[in-house]
C-alpha cells in the first residue's frame, strides 16, 4: 500500500515487502531490524521448506536410487531423507532449480529443466499469497508488532493480479532499486558464481534459441551449464527491471538499494522508508 511517512511511521502493526533483483540487500536489511520486534517472512525459505520439499527430496532420491547401496536401503525404508533449509542457507532451492545443459556436466533436460521451473513458479505464488495468513500469525501467535516480508528476486514474474492485489494492500511494498555500480557488482558476481535462477517461460525459450543459434550448438544437451547461465544473467537483470518499476509505480514506492549499507538500525530504516514515501 501506498503511504505517507506520517502514515507509516503511526501504523501501530507495520507490514512491508521487499522487493528487488537477488543481491540488492533484502536479507541484509532484514537481519538489521530487531528480531524481537519483526517478524522475518522468507518467500525462498517458504517455498523451499514446504512448497518445494517433497520435489526436492523426490529429486535426491532419485540420484541416490542409482547407487545399489542408497537404493537397498530406501527400499527398506531403512533410512530416509529431510530438508535442513534455513533462513541464511537456501542454496537446495536454487540446486532443485538447476541448469539447463550437458548431463555429464551437472545440467537438466530443457524438458526437466522447465517442470521444475513451473514448480517453482507454483510455490512462489503460493508463498505469496501466503503472506495474509502469516502477518496474523507473527502477531496473534508469535507476538511480533511488525512484519518482513523477504521476497525472492522472481517475484516481478507473478502475474496475478490477486497477488498482488493483497501484498498492497496488506503490506507496504518497498522496492529495492539497484543503481548502475550494483548492478555490475551483480553481474560480477554472477559471471564469478553463476547460479540457478527462475526465468518466465517465453524468456527462456527467447534467449535458449539465441543462445544456441550464437553458439552453433545443436542442442541444449551440448550446453556447458554455466555457460548459459553466466549470459543469460545480465538479460535477465534488463528484463525484470522495468517489471520492477511498474510494480512499484502501481502499488508502492522506490528506494535506493545502496543506501541499505547506510542503514544501523529500525530508526534508519523508518526514515529510509519515509523517504520513499514522500512522494505519496
Known amino acids: 500500500?501506498?503511504?505517507?511517512?506520517?502514515?507509516?511511521?503511526?501504523?501501530?502493526?507495520?507490514?512491508?515487502?521487499?522487493?528487488?533483483?537477488?543481491?540488492?540487500?533484502?536479507?541484509?536489511?532484514?537481519?538489521?531490524?530487531?528480531?524481537?520486534?519483526w517478524f522475518h517472512y522468507s518467500g525462498d525459505y517458504r517455498i523451499g521448506t514446504h512448497y518445494l520439499d517433497e520435489p526436492i527430496r523426490d529429486s535426491i532420491k532419485a540420484k541416490a536410487m542409482k547407487d545399489e547401496f542408497f537404493r537397498d536401503l530406501f527400499q527398506r525404508d531403512l533410512i530416509y531423507l529431510r530438508n535442513n533449509i534455513s533462513v541464511h542457507n537456501l542454496r537446495i532451492v536454487a540446486h532443485f532449480l538447476g541448469k539447463i545443459g550437458n548431463p555429464e556436466l551437472g545440467g537438466l533436460s530443457v524438458e526437466e529443466f522447465k517442470r521444475r521451473q513451473r514448480l517453482f513458479y507454483h510455490a512462489e505464488t503460493c508463498a505469496m499469497r501466503d503472506v495474509e495468513a502469516f502477518i496474523g500469525k507473527a502477531r496473534n501467535i508469535y507476538g511480533y508488532p511488525n512484519f518482513l516480508n523477504d521476497a525472492g528476486g522472481s517475484i516481478c514474474e507473478l502475474g496475478e493480479d490477486e497477488c498482488w492485489k493483497m501484498l498492497s494492500e496488506k503490506t507496504l511494498v518497498l522496492y529495492l532499486r539497484a543503481d548502475e555500480k550494483m548492478e555490475a557488482t551483480l553481474l560480477a558476481r554472477a559471471r564469478a558464481h553463476p547460479k540457478p535462477m527462475y526465468y518466465g517461460e517465453k524468456f527462456l525459450e527467447k534467449h535458449l534459441a539465441e543462445f544456441l543459434e550464437e553458439h552453433k550448438l545443436a542442442s541444449a544437451g551440448e550446453i556447458v551449464p554455466d555457460d548459459f547461465t553466466q549470459w543469460i544473467f545480465p538479460k535477465l537483470l534488463e528484463c525484470r527491471r522495468p517489471q520492477y518499476e511498474r510494480i512499484a509505480e502501481r502499488h508502492g514506492h522506490t528506494v535506493d538499494a545502496a543506501r541499505i549499507l547506510e542503514l544501523r538500525d529500525e530508526a534508519d530504516f523508518i526514515e529510509l522508508v519515509c523517504d520513499a514515501t514522500n512522494g505519496a
Open 1 to 37: 500500500m501506498k503511504k505517507t511517512c506520517d502514515q507509516f511511521r503511526l501504523w501501530p502493526n507495520k507490514a512491508v515487502t521487499l522487493l528487488g533483483m537477488s543481491g540488492v540487500g533484502k536479507t541484509t536489511l532484514a537481519n538489521i531490524l530487531p528480531a524481537d520486534k
